[in-house]
């Protein structure tokens, strides 16, 4: 005869905390009232006919799956048993179709300066252990016309929700809108948080132009795929030109209530893919965004970007090996009383993944000083101490124990035009993701 079946085992162990004590758990030598193969009458053990019915039908399955040769199949637990809905494995937390991830990132370091230059809210900034992140990042189908995202970031001194918002996903013509907060799709590296990052630290120029979190606010987005042979996206966004630590080329903190429409800023992006061979990719993107400055009565400021990115992963023989170049480039131009500063910045990177759990990367970034309609060095009150070129030079290895952790050496020297001497800083950093995290856009 069988073992009884789960869902048998289930019904005797809900029937017994409301059944009164056995004799034979009163006195073990005293036989048994009853045997599985005849449970009590109903009478004796106070069971409906309902009860009695469940319980002849486990045991007739247990019959048939004995006779069958087949151990009894285990049922599903009914609700009441997993009443949070929480499915937990090493790679996924899932609460109800909720997929949740956590990213931590940590970073010892070491500066030469004791005040380091250093533009990025992730950055590491001070000597000693730094916290750069925890994230915790959520995405779910809201329904069949939206999925939600969110980003929320925790450091020593709170919490920030970095992002929020909800995109469609049944619009017609390869249309998307998305609505809340997100960071807006200009250039290549905005969009993205530090643990799709190959440094340890943002490059200079982003945090000089949009601040230390990038260039995110709050409104709109309108992306479009177009049906040419090749990838080609157009994107365009309306959003908030105040931020403490985005939009610094805007309203930044000075913030300031809206008006009119032009009271808010706008972004607009060109992204095209050409896949060159099988083995060589190419990704070109062109993005401007426009909005309004604290400097003046409808003074504003525009920032135009390029991007670049050329990735070769040979396929023969099964190699890991990956070779990749991205470079940015940024035009500021504002506003300001009586005059209209402009300044150049950008970065130029290489990383060479040359096995499956080592790579090597190279970055170099620089910086001009804003200059006046006659091509003098201007005095910024938005940066009062660049007054000359600012040169970055950064190299880091990095090891992925497995592809959930990822441990990182990097050393950079930043030749700042208006200090005496070169800056250097060393960083070892530390980075582990648990549960399921979205795949990393090319």
């Not at 017994?16 to 036989?31: E, F, G, H, I, M």
């Amino acid at each position: 005869m069988s073992l009884p079946s789960c869902r048998l085992a289930g019904i005797i162990a809900c029937l017994s905390l409301s059944l009164p004590l056995s004799a034979s758990a009163q006195d073990p030598a005293a036989p048994p009232s009853s045997s599985p193969e005849t449970p009590a009458s109903s009478e004796d053990a106070g069971l409906s006919a309902d009860d009695l019915k469940d319980i002849e039908s486990a045991l007739g399955q247990d019959a048939a799956a004995a006779q069958a040769g087949t151990p009894p199949a285990a049922t599903t637990p009914p609700a009441s048993s997993n009443p949070s809905g929480v499915v937990i494995s090493p790679s996924n937390i899932n609460f109800r179709g909720l997929e949740l991830s956590f990213i931590l990132d940590v970073a010892g370091a070491a500066f030469s300066s004791k005040e380091p230059l250093q533009s990025g809210g992730h950055d590491p900034t001070a000597n000693g252990f730094n916290l750069q992140q925890l994230e915790m990042s959520l995405n779910t189908a809201v329904d069949p016309y939206f999925r939600f995202t969110g980003n929320i970031v925790f450091s020593q001194f709170g919490v920030e929700v970095e992002e929020a918002y909800a995109a469609t996903t049944a619009l017609p013509a390869n249309l998307q809108l998305r609505a809340g907060q997100f960071l807006t799709l200009f250039g290549r590296l905005n969009s993205t948080h530090p643990h799709s990052w190959d440094f340890v630290d943002q490059p200079f120029a982003l945090g000089r132009v949009f601040g230390g979190e990038g260039n995110r606010g709050l409104g709109v987005e309108a992306s479009w795929l177009s049906p040419l042979p090749w990838y080609l996206e157009v994107v365009g966004s309306v959003t908030d030109a105040s931020g403490g630590s985005t939009a610094r080329s805007f309203l930044g903190a000075g913030g300031g209530g809206v008006s009119s429409p032009l009271d808010f800023q706008f972004t607009g992006a060109v992204k095209q893919f050409f896949p060159l061979t099988d083995e060589l990719s190419l990704v070109w993107g062109l993005s401007a965004a426009d909005g309004p400055t604290p400097t003046g009565y409808r003074n504003r400021a525009d920032v135009f970007g390029t991007d670049v990115y050329l990735k070769y992963r040979p396929l023969a023989g099964g190699s890991t090996t990956i070779v990749a170049l991205q470079g940015e480039l940024f035009y500021r131009r504002r506003q300001v009383p009586q005059d209209v500063l402009s300044d150049v910045s950008g970065y130029g990177q290489v990383l060479w993944r040359f096995s499956q759990r080592w790579a090597a990367a190279g970055r170099y970034e620089f910086g001009t000083p804003a200059r006046d309609l006659e091509g003098a060095i201007a005095n910024d009150a938005l940066d009062p101490d660049w007054t000359a070129n600012r040169q970055r030079i950064s190299a880091n290895v990095t090891f992925w124990p497995t592809e959930f952790s990822r441990l990182r050496l990097q050393a950079a020297t930043d030749l700042v035009g208006w200090r005496e001497e070169p800056d250097t800083s060393v960083f070892l950093a530390l980075e582990v993701v648990m549960g399921a995290h979205g795949a990393h856009s090319f």
